[in-house]
């Protein structure tokens, strides 16, 4: 048994390649790329091999080129068998504009490039099917992404602060938008959700100024709270005929809101003249702050909800019945 085999995955080894010399790690003769070697600075743009020292590489490992800021891109080397890229491997490269994703990775691990601030262009082959938690994270630069059709799920946080992204298609395998998924996308004017979501988690497009309408898919059970918060462009809202669960806050500073549109067939939630009421019309639940002028309770009205009229500083008088 060669020394090499009693090692196993604890091997480590180097290897030259270009300007950059690479650290790795052996599992059953594959390599993963662990970073560069000590003293190493490298800049610019930069590429996975396919193989080091014979070995074929196979992986990209946890936290390998966190914080190096002067790399710009990065790249897969033709003929290369990455299957997995760990968390965080780029958290923190600052300098970073344009990067692809191997093809033969399933998942973008969580983290992967949080903090990416000059990020532009990403590349996501057709095989992903998963997005980790703040993957994307305060990628403020990243203007436009393309999610694979085969997505199936998204993490918490995954595109948080992208403010530059302008418009953006979640596919159709996908059926729960996260926490925070889209959360402080200032520059989002299109969002497209596919009709399999069933529920929008807390905080969840908080922040989207850009957006100005949000129609619920059909099968959308719940609305987590300050789902919307913040959404200061926002002037209509339309409900899903399924809509059950409205959390706290969601239209929390939605200074710009006149319209909150509920379906008939829906068995929780009612509106009228763009007021949002219980389905029996006997509560009123929110009046939306944009409306203007005079408002009159509806007669069917018995109680008030806590905070119906708040913020709605552009109501000149409300008649009580």
Known sequence: MTFAAILGTCLLGQSAFGDATYTYTLDS???????????????????????????????????????RTAITSVSFASGATVIKVGATAFQGCTGLKTAEFPAGAAVIPAGLFQGCAGLVTVTIPAAVTGIGASAFDGCNSLTFLALPNGLTSLGESAFFNCRSLTTLAVPGGVTL???????????????????????????????????????LPAAVTKLGKEALRGCSGLT??????????????????????????????????????????????????????????????????????????????????????
């Open 29 to 67: 003769g594959k390599a993963t790329i662990t970073g560069f070697v000590a003293g190493v600075t490298p800049g610019g743009a930069i590429t996975v091999p396919a193989a080091v020292d014979g070995y074929a590489v196979v992986g990209v490992g946890r936290s390998a080129f966190k914080d």
């Open 177 to 215: 938008i996260p926490g925070q998924a889209f959360g402080e996308c200032r520059g989002l004017t299109s969002l497209s959700l596919p009709a399999g979501i069933t529920a929008i988690g807390d905080a969840a497009l908080s922040g989207c100024t850009g957006l100005t309408s949000i129609t």
């Open 236 to 321: 209509r809202f339309t409900a899903s005929g399924a809509l059950s669960s409205i959390g706290d806050r969601v239209f929390e500073e939605c200074s710009a809101l006149t319209v909150i549109s509920v379906p008939s067939a829906n068995a929780s939630f009612s509106s009228a003249g763009g007021v949002l009421f219980d389905k029996t019309g006997a509560t009123l639940l929110l009046c939306p702050a944009g409306l203007a002028g005079d408002y009159a309770i509806p007669s069917t009205v018995t109680s008030l909800a806590q905070g119906a009229f708040g913020h709605c500083a552009a109501l000149a008088a409300v008649t009580v019945p």
